[in-house]
């Protein structure tokens, strides 16, 4: 007779958690992401790449600009034609943009229009403000030209290759595109752009106090903000959202949710539900379905955070597991938390530099006399004397902060601050859809 398998150990959920460092935990989502990185890349047109994440850099088969070409309106010309102001050129051609002219005979002007390209021979453009066009006396051919000012050799000439080098990575795998690098593609004649497929990601929102918009709230309930929050934030990340609702303070309706959400996506966000209250159904959840980590952050707000690994039930050639991100249901630790964590998840899913963006040194004009034990990221705004103001409720679960503020201050535990100190300055629009 077999013998039977041990029992399986039981999840230790009363076992204390390790509080982390933020840099620890980030450093073990970004670890424990790479493995399940998205390797699957797609062509996209350049008009349709906002936003995507490039998996191939973009080469330069040219010059940008192709040819020296003017900057200004006026006249081409050799600097030495001109030993001081006040000299006439006959003007022996026209050149307006798209159009190639003739070498220039010395002692001669060229007429040439903003973009133009310079002829070969010139060496210098001369802006019409600065010049007298002189008609032909005949009425016949391009006149003369008096130049009022002494040229620069190379002056208002944009040199060939001066943007773009042929054979420059303009735009480098990993980055995400911006509107100007979509411009910068496109001078460079790039009308396709290879792109990392688009994350698939799934969220739903736990608690059983949580009613949607639009429907007349009970007794005890609150509207679900989290939702659209998080929902947006991953839209503006260029993630595909499945948004899979409000799931129920139960083991086994968040059992089945992340069932059902691993079965089709990378990645599952969750909020609510992580802390260690009776009605927290995450961590079993999860658990029971996967594998998890399950932290404190010595950070504030957000200090509870999940992270782990979901089975599929059908893997299939694909990755047999879903990632699992779970995040405090306060609305501003699920927005900070999303930020810090969910994204560099995110980066490192698609490739892309995980590093959080730099903090911008800057005058603090409030106090924080007592600050937290853990870091903190505090809600604050810039004002016009360039420094900061600090949105006076810190609360987790007042979002008007977060809608108030343009970024977060980065305070180190336990710092104290007094008005006129240095503090370090995340921009919150650095940090959405980063
Ligand atoms: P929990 O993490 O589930 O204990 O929730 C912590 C706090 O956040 C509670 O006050 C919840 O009511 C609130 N909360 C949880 N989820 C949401 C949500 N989706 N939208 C707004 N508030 C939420
Ligand atoms: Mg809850």
Sequence with gaps: MAARPPPLPEPRMNAPRPMLSLD????????????????????????????????????????????DNTSMDGYALRAADVPAAGAVLPVAQRIPAGHVGQPLQPGTAARIFTGGQVPAGADAV????????????????????????????????????????????????????????????????????TVRRRPRVAIFSTGDELMMPGEPLRPGAIYNSNRYTLRALLQAA??????????????????????????????????????????????????????????????????????????????????????????????????????????TVLRVLQGMDPALPAALPLRADFDWPRPDRRREFLRARLNAEGGLDLFPNQSSGVLTSAVWADGLIDNPPGQ????????????????VAR
């Design 24 to 67: 620890e935990a980030l450093a073990r989502l970004i670890d424990g992401t790479r493995p399940h990185a998205i390797t699957e890349t797609e062509t996209v047109s350049t008009f349709d790449g906002l936003g995507r994440v490039l998996a191939a850099e973009v080469l330069s088969t040219l010059d940008v600009p192709p040819e």
């Design 416 to 431: 104290a601050i007094a008005r006129g100190d240095g503090v370090r300055f995340l921009p919150l629009a650095a940090l």
């Design 126 to 193: 001369v802006m019409q403000e600065q010049c007298e066009a002189i008609a032909a006396t005949s009425g016949q051919g391009l006149g003369a030209v008096k130049v009022n000012t002494r040229p620069e050799p190379g002056q208002w000439i944009r040199r060939r290759g001066e943007d773009v080098q042929r054979g420059a990575a303009v735009l480098l795998r990993g980055q995400r595109l911006t509107p100007q690098s979509l411009g910068l593609a496109a001078s460079v004649g790039a009308a396709v752009l």
């Design 238 to 343: 260029g993630c595909e959202v499945a948004d899979l609702g409000i799931v129920r303070d139960t083991l086994d309706a968040t059992r089945a949710a992340l069932r059902e959400a691993a079965a089709a996506n990378d990645l599952i966000v969750t909020c609510g539900g992580v802390s260690v209250g009776e009605e927290d159904h995450l961590k079993p959840a999860a658990h029971a379905e996967g594998e998890l980590q399950d932290w404190q952050i010595a950070i504030k707000p957000g200090k509870p955070l999940a992270f782990g690994t979901i089975r599929r039930e059908s893997a299939d050639a694909g990755a047999s597991v879903a990632l699992l991100v779970g995040l405090p249901g306060n609305p501003v630790s699920a927005f900070v938390t999303h930020v810090l964590a969910v994204s």
